[in-house]
């Protein structure tokens, strides 16, 4: 049973660049979640999502983060023009959701390098 | 919102001894979990505890709900136990609230 995928697992961009992270959830999961984690620092929540649905995005940026969960494929953290305090860890975790465990499981993260 | 607290924020510990670490919360939580992010920063799902005792292998977890903490026990410590460990919790939505974590090394 495959757990959450994340890819790239490491990314490094330039300053004005676009980042785009993917997270596969675990199978049979339809709920994820994205986190941001700096140095030092516990995880914060960015965004919460279901199918071609967004059900939070409070802990979201206001400009240059967006997320998606399509129909078909992984859901895409896509950051544009990137500055260096965008630097960070990006997790993804899901759950079964309502009806199920709220327990999440976290995939292995993307570490983002803006240089 | 809710605040996590943890402590100790940092334990250096020899191989074997045991240690008690705990989380405190300031509202009432209705999903619990232990982590463990080990060296290379991985997340390790350790306890899903909302409330109550559970155990695995060396290391147990028990939820006081009504009195807003958790505590993670870990046994005859090992240096792979290193790492940070991080309790979460949601009150009221589905979003994790992490705690600042305790950092741990286990020295062989």
């Known amino acids: 049973n495959a757990g959450v995928m994340q890819n790239p697992r490491h990314l490094v961009r330039r300053r004005g660049q676009e980042a785009r992270l993917r997270c596969s959830p675990m199978?049979?999961?339809?709920?994820v979640y994205w986190y941001r984690q700096l140095p030092e620092e516990g995880l914060k929540f960015m965004v919460y999502?279901?199918?071609?649905?967004?059900?939070?995005e409070s802990g979201m940026p206001k400009e240059r983060f967006s997320a998606e969960f399509p129909k078909e494929g992984p859901s895409i953290l896509r950051i544009q023009q990137v500055v260096r305090g965008d630097s960070a860890a990006y997790f993804c975790?899901?759950?079964?959701?309502?009806?199920?465990?709220?327990?999440?499981?976290f995939g292995p993260g993307t570490r983002l390098t803006v240089t | 919102g809710i605040q996590v607290e943890q402590s100790p924020p940092d334990l250096i510990l020899q191989e074997g001894a045991n240690s008690t670490l705990r989380c405190n919360f300031s509202d009432s939580v209705n999903n619990l979990q232990w982590f463990h992010q080990n060296p290379w920063g991985q997340l390790i799902n350790l306890f899903y505890?909302?409330?109550g005792t559970k155990q695995n292998g060396r290391l147990s977890a028990t939820t006081v709900a009504t009195e807003r903490y958790s505590l993670l026990y870990i046994s005859s410590s090992q240096t792979t136990d290193s790492g940070v460990y991080f309790c979460a919790v949601t009150s009221g939505t589905y979003k994790y609230i992490f705690g600042t974590g305790t950092r741990l090394k286990v020295l062989a």
């Open positions: 505890i909302p409330s």
């Open positions: 975790a899901s759950s079964g959701g309502s009806g199920g465990s709220y327990e999440q499981y």
């Open positions: 999502l279901q199918k071609e649905n967004i059900i939070d």
């Open positions: 199978k049979g999961h339809s709920h």
